[in-house]
């Protein structure tokens, strides 16, 4: 059973540029969360994807969109990018367990992405 | 609303007992801890949904302490191969929130 899969591994881009990251949710997982982790700090939500919507949102400007696709699978897209947009931007998958409240995640290894 | 981790980093030596601990001053209904080995992605260690709940993973358990919004994580006679970056979390409105995180390296 392949877990979760993220494409590409490592991204050079410039500022002003647009970047799309894509990510693959372990087998029978449903909900999609994407997260930025810059150096030395733990992972920040950016937001959460089910029934290809989005759920929930953390602070980040409207340069990050996101969509989920029928099958699951997500994108990330930044536009304009930033040089502090430098990071490991992870996907997480999980599966929402009706009156659970809560879900367990798993991560994708993560894609490098170095703004120039 | 990022729960809050002590110690900020720990060294030890094999077979030494650690802590973690993980405090939030938001209510906490369920916590998830995570260990990250350098350039990798985060992995699931375990989650308590219920005060009080206490859980065990190997050499690696945890408590949680609804009333006080606390959570710990003992381990016990560390390896090696606990060395890594340690992380509480708990979801607050569909939002997840990854604690400040523990450095743990385990010496020879």
């Known amino acids: 059973d392949a877990g979760v899969t993220q494409s590409p591994t490592h991204l050079i881009k410039t500022r002003g540029q647009q970047v799309t990251l894509r990510c693959s949710p372990k087998?029978?997982?449903?909900?999609v969360s994407w997260y930025q982790q810059a150096l030395g700090q733990g992972p920040h939500f950016i937001f959460q994807?089910?029934?290809?919507?989005?759920?929930q949102r953390g602070n980040f400007p409207d340069r990050f969109s996101g969509h989920q696709f029928p099958n699951y699978s997500s994108e990330l897209n930044v536009n304009a990018l930033l040089l502090g947009d430098s990071a490991l931007y992870l996907c997480a998958s999980s599966f929402r367990v009706r009156g659970l409240g809560t879900d367990t995640q798993y991560f994708g290894p993560g894609t490098r992405l170095t703004v120039l | 609303q990022q729960p809050v981790q002590s110690p900020q980093a720990v060294i030890l030596r094999e077979g030494e007992d650690a802590v973690i601990n993980c405090s939030s001053s938001?209510?906490?209904?369920?916590v998830h801890w995570y260990r990250q080995k350098h350039g990798e992605a985060p992995v699931f260690l375990m989650i308590?949904?219920?005060?009080?709940e206490q859980k065990g993973h190997e050499k690696i358990s945890a408590s949680f302490n609804e009333k006080k919004q606390q959570s710990s994580l003992y381990l016990t006679a560390s390896q090696l191969s606990y060395s890594g970056t340690y992380f509480c979390g708990t979801e607050i409105g569909n939002q997840f929130y990854f604690g400040t995180g523990t450095s743990l390296t385990v010496i020879p």
């Open positions: 938001k209510a906490l209904y369920s």
């Open positions: 087998s029978g997982h449903d909900t």
């Open positions: 308590l949904l219920k005060g009080g």
């Open positions: 994807y089910y029934e290809e919507e989005e759920r």
